[in-house]
């Protein structure tokens, strides 16, 4: 099987593999007990963070675990509110564009609560304009969430430039950059944000554990849920075999960050001017900034639902869009400004590489792609006849 459906999970490492068995093997103790079992897992565990914590050029005590990406996006924006509701702002700044853990709670937000939600919309390139944001902006804003990367599209938002405007505005920034961290450099926008989001299963380390960044100058308030564990911020013992694998994935992973990121441009490129050259009907959505280990595809006739399960059976994994999406029956909001209708957007597959992708995997991918739409063309040619002739 070719694999190219890394922006919904990655198989586990081996080095996290053997991480993850040893550790459950033994130190199996619970973090928060305090025999001398429990004290060797909460080692295990502060060692874990201490590795998180030096990745992103922070300080361990800013570091929080979670079981992934949607609890960490949830319970990042859930302390951030709590915060800010102290100090009477009731006004949340996001964008139409974010992960579906994000976009629903605020949706969710706006109509069960009294905290007003305004989603920015994006221009062509499927990036928001500063202008908008600094419109958006009332006195009682209490927050900005804005995604890093796009799981759908690859679309990278101007997260520097946005931390840099709200810095001296007193108004928190959170970035859910879970599709980006481990693909792209994030070290550098630590400073500039109040939080942000990270997930294990997107980098090599098991699903279920996930992290969040809080800056050291918020003042937070414990959860609701009277709880002893990760600094009183989230209930729920810890899963400490999944956070060492995940901290052994990560320092694995961002250890060849910057030559991953090359290989991941050359696949990328690769992957376009094939597609291209070989007159394979598909789109791939380019544009200016984006993160390439995603290229969002738009099939010229074929509904996308078709095209992937045809790779498939070809045995090559690809998707119609984020994983957290499947089932929905809206268009996701990212892939618009890159359609021109409904139907379009139907036709819309994602393909989402690794460090492990090779040249000929594309190859293989290009060549399995002429042979399902040469069958797909005439087998519509062929009904064609029937019915006209």
């Given at each position: ?28 103790g619970n973090a928060s007990s305090l025999h001398d ?333 002429d042979t399902i739409f040469k069958r797909i063309m ?12």
């Open positions: 099987m070719i694999y190219s459906d890394y922006a919904a999970t990655s198989p586990m490492s081996e080095i996290a593999l053997d991480v993850y068995q040893e550790v459950a093997r033994d130190y199996f079992a429990g004290g060797k897992a909460k080692d295990i565990l502060e060692r874990s963070r201490s590795m998180i914590a030096k990745l992103l050029y922070t300080e361990a005590r800013q570091i929080v675990f979670t079981s992934g990406g949607t609890e960490s996006n949830l319970l990042a924006v859930d302390t951030l509110l709590r915060a800010s509701r102290l100090k009477g702002r009731k006004h949340v700044i996001t964008t139409e564009v974010e992960h579906n853990s994000l976009y629903y709670f605020m949706k969710d937000l706006a109509h069960q609560s009294n905290i007003e939600v305004t989603f920015l919309p994006v221009d062509q390139n499927g990036q928001i304009h500063l202008s908008d944001l600094e419109k958006a902006i009332q006195t009682n804003t209490c927050l900005v969430s804005i995604q890093h990367v796009n799981g759908e599209t690859g679309v990278i938002q101007p997260i520097k430039d946005i931390g840099e405007f709200l810095q001296d505005r007193d108004i928190p920034f959170h970035s859910d950059m879970v599709q980006s961290f481990g693909k792209i450099k994030v070290a550098d926008l630590i400073p500039l944000v109040d939080s942000m989001t990270i997930s294990s299963h997107k980098i090599f380390g098991p699903k279920g554990v996930g992290a969040i960044y809080f800056s050291k100058k918020l003042s937070l308030t414990s959860h609701p849920v009277s709880t002893n564990h990760e600094h009183g911020l989230r209930p729920g013992t810890v899963n400490v075999p999944g956070i060492a694998a995940f901290a052994a994935a990560a320092s694995e992973t961002l250890a060849d960050l910057a030559v991953n990121q090359v290989h991941l441009q050359n696949i990328r490129n690769l992957f376009i001017r094939k597609v291209k050259s070989a007159g394979i009907p598909l789109q791939p959505i380019i544009t200016e900034n984006q993160c390439p280990s995603i290229i969002g595809c738009v099939s010229d006739f074929v509904q996308g639902d078709y095209v992937m399960l045809e790779y498939n059976r070809h045995g090559i994994a690809i998707s119609t869009g984020s994983a957290c999406s499947i089932g929905a029956t809206e268009l996701p909001k990212s892939i618009q400004p890159f359609i021109t209708n409904l139907e379009e957007g139907k036709r819309f597959v994602r393909f989402s590489f690794s460090h492990h992708t090779t040249e000929k995997d594309i190859q293989d991918i290009i060549e399995t792609s005439e087998e519509r040619q062929g009904y064609d006849k029937k019915v006209n002739g």
